[in-house]
């Protein structure tokens, strides 16, 4: 990556760009068997994973996130899926931010850390709800595996239309059924993929952001218009996969999915760079993400700084 998020796509149009004050402050401040579970839940701080796993991420950066347990999000192997929300006072854009849907793909879970202290710094109105790592064993394996602990690719697990079709036809044509993306038995089947759909409903983003490596692209699905560059990473789109986050949410949910391929899967861009590729974003939010209510404006409001 079943009830409808909406009952169409919303009407996309653009809107002036009223996240100034946010862009000058940021700116400024620069088939597999079940492995067994691991024998205790580290989550009770999950910091001390990924401080020790994740490329330029240091213990006061993941603290300073404040990560929560997530509603009922458990990997397969037993990890919490830990989370962030940064909410202004009068929110009235939600955006879900992911990283790290595959494991071996650090540098998308660092980057989400370092985003969630441009969040907390940038005044806006938008309800930012950040899932650094969806898959936490991938993540923490030995060396990291883009799939899950049941071997899941969990960007082939969402529930596309003709998924029993198409995902097995184009996993055993296309990828010669490489083991690194095998969609699974069913859609949802995965525990993580589910957490993440249910989240959909739930938080019924306007914006999804999924960062991705090593592709060194950006990739777009959704009805408006697509941002040309973020940064250094320029819109190249490459197509639509069955069972992908970016088909089901963006091409048959109506919900804009920006998918960001950073250029290493091992080291973040530096954070300068970093920085930049926020500064991007928020521009093309404040002129292309609309709220779910329509006709609100997006008015900027100071972020009060937690961390």
Known sequence: MTSDHRSSPLPR????????????????????????????????????????????????????????PSSGGVSVQGRTLYQRDVMAPDAKVRVLVVGAMHGDELSSAAVALH??????????????????????????ARPAKRVNARGVDLNRNFPTPNWA?????YWEQRTKKDPRRWPGPKP?????????????????????????????????????????RLGRLYLDQVGIFPGSLGNYGGVHKGMPVVTIELPSAIRTPLDAEMRQMWLDLLRWMSERVIPAEG??????????KTG
Not at 23 to 48: E, F, Q, S
Request: charged content about 20%; proline content about 12%; aromatic content about 6%.
């Open 295 to 304: 006709d609100a404006k997006v008015v900027p409001v100071k972020v009060k």
């Open 13 to 68: 149009r653009s809107v002036r760009p009223l996240l100034a004050l946010g862009l000058a402050l940021a700116a400024h401040t620069g088939a597999m068997a079940t492995p067994k579970p691991p024998a205790a839940d580290k989550a009770a701080d999950p910091c001390i994973e990924f401080v020790a796993r994740l490329p330029n991420v240091k213990a006061p950066l993941c603290h300073a996130a404040q990560l929560k």
């Open 115 to 140: 985003w969630i202290q441009r969040a907390v710094e940038t005044p806006s109105n938008v309800h930012w709800r950040f899932i650094p790592a969806l898959n936490p064993d991938g993540l923490m």
């Open 165 to 169: 079709r198409d995902a097995k036809i």
């Open 188 to 228: 949802l089947s995965e525990p993580e993929s589910k957490f993440f759909h249910e989240e959909m409903e739930r938080f019924q983003p306007d914006l999804i952001v999924s960062i991705h490596a090593p592709y060194g692209v950006l990739d777009f699905d959704g009805p408006t218009v697509p941002p040309a």
